[in-house]
């Protein structure tokens, strides 16, 4: 946790000098079409911070045990004031392998249309992926190209811009399919993420259930257990961390 510390107040003060000449100085009512809305986020968030486990513990009141691990990934997403994604930086650890990278994010009328992924310290570009608008603006369709691989496919939104199913394909340069797999979002009254059904070339059909726990005082859940609707195992354990204006 104490690389990811390090970086982001750093990344932070960059990212928001760079930002100053395009933002409206003042205060901005977040629109019904920002990248906020379609995470489901509440309130002027500036980072919304992901750290990701493969495995967590908790204890017989099913609260979280911190360990002071290192997660499998940590994730800092950056938001303008407009409520859009300015950038995102994530690390990748997994035993003695680690990787950092940085996503830049080209909008137009509040809409994502391409993405830049490089290499933190050596600003080598490893994907770049471009989006298209279709459908009265409710489906994303996507095509990448990284250093070895292809990737492909679509983002459906429903009409409050939460992201209700896709299907997403990877292959090799050489047409060889690494993955391929579609997805299917289910919701409860209040637009919380509480089911996604997954069908998968190699996995076949599976259901990862989403517990939620630990709410900030702006409404937003700080963890999140993601489980195997089968055999009730956890997939991943996500503790998040909210920054706001």
Request: charged letters at 25%; proline letters at 1%.
């Amino acid at each position: 946790m104490g690389r990811m510390q390090n970086i982001l107040p750093f990344l932070y003060m960059k990212h928001r000098t760079a930002l100053l000449l395009m933002l409206v100085s003042g205060l901005h009512t977040v629109s019904a079409q920002t990248d906020l809305v379609t995470y489901g986020f509440k309130g002027r968030v500036r980072a919304a911070i992901y750290r990701i486990y493969n495995e967590a513990k908790f204890d017989s009141f099913g609260k979280y045990i911190d360990e002071k691990k290192q997660p499998y990934i940590e994730k800092a997403i950056y938001f303008d004031k407009m409520g859009n994604i300015d950038s995102v930086v994530e690390v990748l650890s997994e035993g003695h392998f680690f990787e950092k990278y940085i996503t830049y994010h080209t909008h137009g009328g509040n809409k994502i249309r391409s993405t830049i992924k490089y290499r933190y310290y050596t600003n080598e570009v490893i994907e770049e992926t471009k989006y298209t608008w279709s459908e009265g603006n409710s489906k994303c369709s996507f095509k990448g190209k990284g250093i070895l691989t292809l990737t492909s496919g679509f983002r459906k939104l429903s009409y409050n811009h939460r992201e209700s199913k896709g299907e997403y394909s990877q292959e090799t340069k050489k047409g060889v399919i690494l993955l391929k797999e579609a997805y299917k979002n289910e919701f409860d009254d209040n637009w919380n993420l509480i089911k996604t059904h997954y069908s998968n070339a190699t996995k076949g059909f599976y259901t990862i259930t989403y517990t939620y726990d630990e709410m900030d005082e702006t409404g937003n859940h700080q963890q999140v257990k993601l489980i195997y609707e089968d055999t009730k195992k956890l997939q991943r354990f996500i503790k998040k961390e909210f920054i706001y204006y």
